[in-house]
């Protein structure tokens, strides 16, 4: 083939073609006519010439990087759910294709969760040397509460040992804009910061590139970040604003009013508020509505965390009780009473699945609690030295605790007993005390705002080192934070699925009477009326309640013409006069939330308006039937002048 102008057709594609056909037959038939003579080699060659174990090796990793076992071949049934079967509870069920699809869901879940684990556990196990861990210390006499920010600072990297700073912001004579109070977002990568007389700075702390620093010249009781770090909360003297990264006011929410602490649910998108009035309100950041809001009854409230397994408010009080709350209920789901005093400081252990809570009250005591088994006691309590002012917990399930002028870190799955564990690190902050305490996340760092600033402590063994780069980033760009927050918008999920145990949203409601209507429930004599799926006669809205009782009216039933135009979402304004009347005060407020909605038309408005107009003439034509005066209305006929009639109705 290469030889095609020897033979004369090199300036001919026919007659080069026919070149290259016969070439190729030619070199067919010397392969299958001559035999191929091999060279004779020496016994010791043919020995070197089979592979050994390091080529054979070799090739069947290349091998196995490049195919993969096929999908009828593989086990698609974890070994751990092998011969599983549902549980006796869906025997119950006479349906046999509803007993059938539930067991289906039921074993599915139960291998998902298999396969979960097991994936857990191939990717997120780490190199040697670069797993979470602890100080060890040489010789049992020795205390790893000895071990100094300096002596860690020594033998650890230039890039680590630069995580470990301090801010001084006191002004002359230790006179500044604190005590400050501090936040991490939830991959670790910024850090807010704001001091109690209007002091606000957002930056991210490990580049150290500041993205802005104001002065709203106002109290600053507490500051969180939302969803990412574009966007932060402020709770001021009497409102709570939201920031952007920038610096500039976006939101002003006037619903929640002298707020002392702040969470923020990153799955529900939603803002809880607790203040010195006792209410808790959940305020939905993606659609600007209020959600919900409780009445404690309890009084002022400054400690607040959530539980990262289910969502659930906790809220520590003045007279030492402990309260959980959910948006779906307006009274605490546990009442616990946890101290003698003012709770000082609550928070929920992520490690270990949102079982473990601490709470510290001015008592001086510090209590780990068992969430699983809250009847029977702290699993584990002590009395520290001082009353602690704040507590919080790591990554990895160390507790922090700041009292008086010191910051101690405890690992609290030492040895159960009432006696104080010895305390993992210590470090001493004179002159200011600590007032709150906060674990970066995915870093062995431990931010502490106190009155002079902010300074972060290096805590060998406290930050996760496996992060998940669809949750939480640390080195995630601008192109995936916005797709990131689109997904995280499309996946929200509502505020009526938090409850205390996650694990029953998706089974079977056995009660029956959820398909029914408001029917009700049957009760001794006497007693007050139930609705048929168990809801106290107090929860019931006033035509439910007017339905149990038989005293609904005529024309106040749901006819089937209101059914087919859709349901009729009652105005904000209208609930908040019903929720607030009879109260005999801020008649001023009144007056100007009355002339707010006066130009508020929707669907309820316009219904409320015909029934007002049709309830008015029907009580003028009995009028004037009782004082024989009625003269029934006549029909008009039509007229070519009803062109020009004015018509003073609304506009269509």
């Not at 007032?435 to 996340?441: E, H, K, S, T």
């Not at 013409?561 to 009347?581: H, I, M």
Request: hydrophobic share 30%; with cysteine; charged share 25%.
């Amino acid at each position: 083939m290469i030889r095609l102008s020897e033979h004369g057709h090199g300036g001919s594609s026919k007659g080069l073609a026919r070149e290259k056909y016969r070439i190729k037959k030619k070199d067919v038939l010397h392969f299958c006519t001559h035999r191929r003579r091999l060279p004779v080699m020496a016994p010791h060659e043919q020995r070197r010439s089979k592979h050994d174990a390091d080529a054979l090796k070799h090739q069947a990793n290349s091998i196995a990087r490049a195919t993969r076992l096929p999908v009828s071949l593989q086990q698609s049934t974890p070994a751990e759910t092998l011969g599983m079967r549902p549980p006796k509870s869906l025997t119950k069920i006479k349906d046999k294709k509803l007993r059938s699809e539930l067991s289906k869901q039921y074993l599915s879940r139960k291998r998902a969760e298999s396969h979960a684990k097991l994936a857990d556990e191939y990717l997120n196990v780490t190199a040697p040397g670069e797993d979470a861990g602890l100080i060890e210390v040489d010789d049992e006499m020795e205390r790893t509460a000895r071990v100094t920010q300096a002596d860690i600072k020594e033998q650890v990297g230039v890039d680590t040992a630069r995580k470990s700073f301090e801010l001084k912001l006191a002004g002359k004579d230790n006179v500044g804009l604190g005590p400050y109070r501090c936040d991490y977002t939830r991959n670790g990568r910024h850090l807010l910061l704001g001091g109690r007389k209007g002091h606000l700075a957002a930056f991210d702390w490990q580049s150290g590139k500041l993205s802005c620093e104001i002065q709203v010249r106002e109290t600053v009781r507490d500051v969180r970040w939302l969803h990412n770090h574009t966007f932060f909360a402020a709770a001021q003297k009497k409102y709570t604003y939201i920031y952007d990264q920038n610096g500039l006011e976006i939101h002003r929410l006037k619903d929640h009013i002298e707020v002392q602490r702040m969470e923020f649910l990153p799955y529900h998108f939603l803002l809880a508020t607790i203040g010195k009035p006792g209410y808790l309100k959940y305020q939905d950041t993606s659609t600007g509505m209020m959600v919900a809001s409780h009445r404690t009854g309890l009084g002022s409230c400054a400690t607040m965390a959530q539980n990262p397994l289910n969502a659930v408010i906790h809220l520590g009080h003045a007279n030492g009780t402990v309260t959980l709350w959910t948006p779906n209920m307006s009274t605490p789901a546990i009442k616990l009473l946890s101290h003698r005093g003012p709770v000082t400081g609550l928070s929920i252990d992520s490690y270990r699945a949102g079982r473990e809570m601490v709470t510290s009250g001015l008592d001086g005591g510090i209590k780990v609690w068992d969430m699983r088994m809250l009847g029977r006691g702290p699993r584990r309590e002590w009395v520290s030295r001082r009353a602690a002012s704040d507590v919080a917990y790591s990554q990895r399930g160390l507790l922090g605790v700041a009292w008086g002028a010191h910051v101690s870190l405890y690992h609290t799955e030492a040895e159960l007993g009432h006696a104080p564990p010895g305390p993992y690190m210590t470090h001493g902050l004179p002159q200011c005390a600590p007032l709150q305490l906060r674990f970066c996340p995915f870093e062995d760092v431990l931010g502490v705002g106190h009155a002079q600033g902010f300074t972060s402590l290096l805590v060998p063994g406290a930050g996760e080192p496996n992060f998940d780069s669809s949750e939480a980033d640390p080195y995630e760009t601008k192109a995936r934070r916005r797709e990131r927050e689109v997904h995280s918008l499309l996946d929200k999920i509502q505020p009526d699925m938090i409850t205390l145990d996650p694990d029953t949203m998706g089974q079977l409601d056995t009660r029956a009477s959820r398909a029914q209507g408001v029917a009700a429930a049957p009760e001794r004599s006497g007693a007050v009326p139930r609705a048929a799926d168990g809801t106290p006669y107090a929860r019931l809205t006033r035509m439910q309640r007017l339905q149990l009782s038989g005293e609904a009216a005529p024309d106040e039933q749901v006819h089937d013409s209101d059914e087919e135009q859709g349901p009729v979402v009652p105005a904000k304004g209208a609930a908040a006069k019903e929720k607030n009347r009879a109260r005999g005060r801020n008649s001023s407020m009144k007056r100007y939330l009355r002339k707010k909605r006066q130009n508020v038309v929707d669907a309820n408005t316009i219904a409320l308006r015909e029934k007002y107009q049709h309830e008015k003439a029907r009580r003028r034509e009995e009028h004037l039937k009782r004082q024989n005066q009625y003269e029934p209305p006549r029909k008009h006929e039509p007229s070519a002048l009803d062109l020009f009639a004015r018509n003073r109705g609304p506009r269509s």
